[in-house]
């Protein structure tokens, strides 16, 4: 490791993060056509503007919600405290939702008490961000039941397709993203606190969402860590307590299998 | 062709382990005549900048960047092209010019130049360097393929947006480095405020006509390329 080229580039890195701009920049050259400062600038600007322009485009809902002022001041202040781990842009808003529902920063603390909504929202469309490009998997489907000899059913594997996330929201703010996208007024002055939790998932190029009774969401939680049939209708035999866990979980099976939420699971 | 911005060639962190298996298995997968990335850094200690860093020209950059360079080509089993830069920065320590930093890591590291005309003229305007004298500094036969593309202007600097029709120098540029070079594979870049289908279309017709012209050859279209039995 050349260790002078180590330093100049931790010293570039750090002007190119800090939220002031730098008081010297030893070591970069200025001329008649710009200043050292001016010539930093620009990439100093990109820096910001780059990533905080691709999490609008991750949150658009939220974006469009808090309006531009307040998203970017948002975003500068995440992005300060949380700066990009991975090559790719896509995952440079991975921390937003927490940042915004713990962070002490005056951008997040302020916006739990103007907009407290904001993190569910936030949740929320990194779910649908991370449901749509995950890998592509074969799905379990009614043909591949129906040919299951009868005394094989307890032992069949389930799996939930990769990037499916269950979701505990306090708000109900799919409406909000479903605004959005339909072009819809957002209609916030009227959202109300509602709980619910809400299963999302891609089904070939759509992103699709729902919510779910508790009971159900027990046995999709454990789904999601692979189970077997026989399991699973111990677990809703616990869950509604009577008799009628098999048939709960035989027909949450169907509805998952509809759905396309179900992999095959050959372990 | 695989034309990537991430290898982060010229970082001082270590080369990412993981990005570079995933790369190797797209390459093992597509197979592509060419794979490519920047002349440059965009992470430090895991912090990712996501732009495209200026190095500074010097001995130790070019020792640091080649080693780096033949480590990943090791790691996928095949040579690799740099493509050179804009830059909106000089260093005060900088001691060569940007033809012999490119030629002298290329020449190092025996990868192959990827070569962006249109950076050769940002830099050009921005810093003053003789974007002719930096072709002649190459060696003609690791240059793989040339870039073209259009700049905005920010200020008295010009920016490399990929969102402006190839400027006319940058035309007359494309025409002396075949005169040197002869016919090279040319890609015309748009990232942004993209014009109507024509005006793409009549860009990459002028890139053909220069290319015919200048070197004498008829030049092959996308999709006629022979396939080997």
């Known amino acids: 490791m050349s260790e002078p080229l180590t330093r100049a580039q931790g010293a570039f890195a750090g002007w190119l993060m800090a939220r002031e701009d730098p008081a010297a920049t030893p070591g970069l050259f200025g001329d008649a056509r710009a200043s050292a400062a001016e010539r930093l600038g620009v990439y100093r600007n990109a820096y910001s503007a780059r990533i905080i322009s691709a999490l609008g485009d991750d949150f658009p809902a939220l974006k469009r919600a808090l309006g531009d002022a307040c998203f970017t001041a948002l975003a500068a202040a995440y992005l300060h405290a949380n700066p990009s781990q991975h090559p790719s842009l896509r995952y440079a808003g991975a921390r937003l939702p927490a940042f915004i529902a713990e962070h002490a920063a005056p951008a997040a603390a302020e916006l739990r008490l103007s907009a407290p909504w904001a993190a569910d929202l936030a949740r ?62 957002l209609a916030l002055a009227t959202l109300a606190a509602a709980a619910e939790c809400v299963f999302v998932w891609r089904r070939e190029e ?34 509604r307590a009577d008799e009628a866990g098999a048939a709960f979980a035989a027909s949450v099976l169907g509805r998952w299998v509809e759905d396309g939420v179900l992999v095959a699971d050959d372990r | 062709m695989l034309h990537g911005v991430s290898l982060d060639l010229g970082a001082s962190d270590p080369l990412d382990a993981k990005y570079l298996g995933e790369l190797a298995a797209l390459a093992g997968r597509f197979q592509p005549a060419w794979l490519s990335d920047h002349l440059c850094w965009t992470a430090h200690r895991g912090a990712h900048l996501h732009d495209l860093l200026p190095l500074p020209h010097t001995e130790e950059a070019v020792r640091h ?48 130049i990827l070569l962006d005309l249109n950076n050769l003229f940002v830099n050009a305007h921005n810093h003053g360097i003789d974007a ?53 594979s040319t890609l015309i870049e748009w990232d942004d405020r993209i014009p109507p289908w024509e005006r793409v279309v009549a860009e990459a017709a002028r890139a053909r006509e220069i290319l015919e012209r200048v070197c004498g050859a008829e030049v092959r279209r996308p999709g006629t390329a022979e396939v080997a039995a």
């Open chain 2, 132 to 184: 002719d004298a930096a072709i002649a500094a190459l060696d003609p036969a690791r240059v793989f393929q040339i870039h073209l593309a259009g700049p905005s202007e920010a200020g008295a600097l010009l920016i490399d947006t990929h969102d402006y029709p190839v400027r006319d120098e940058v035309w007359a540029l494309f025409e002396r480095t075949l005169a040197r070079l002869g016919p090279v």
């Open chain 2, 65 to 112: 960047v080649a080693a780096r360079i033949r480590e990943v080509q090791e790691r996928l089993g095949r040579r690799i092209a740099i493509e050179n830069v804009s830059s909106y920065v000089r260093f005060t320590h900088d001691a060569m010019s940007e033809g012999e930093f490119l030629d002298a890591i290329s020449a190092e590291a025996d990868c192959g």
């Open chain 1, 206 to 239: 759509r992103v699709m969402h729902r919510a779910l009774e508790a009971s159900e969401a027990t046995l999709l939680a454990r789904a999601q860590h692979g189970v077997r049939f026989g399991e699973l209708c111990a677990l809703a035999a616990e869950e």
């Open chain 1, 124 to 185: 929320f469309e990194l779910a649908v961000t991370d449901a749509f490009d995950a890998v592509d998997s074969k799905l379990l489907t009614r043909a591949d039941l129906t040919a299951l000899p009868p005394e094989l059913w307890d032992q069949l594997a389930l799996a939930v397709v990769p990037g499916a996330q269950l979701l505990t929201l306090a708000w109900p703010v799919r409406a909000v993203r479903a605004a959005h996208d339909a072009e819809q007024p």
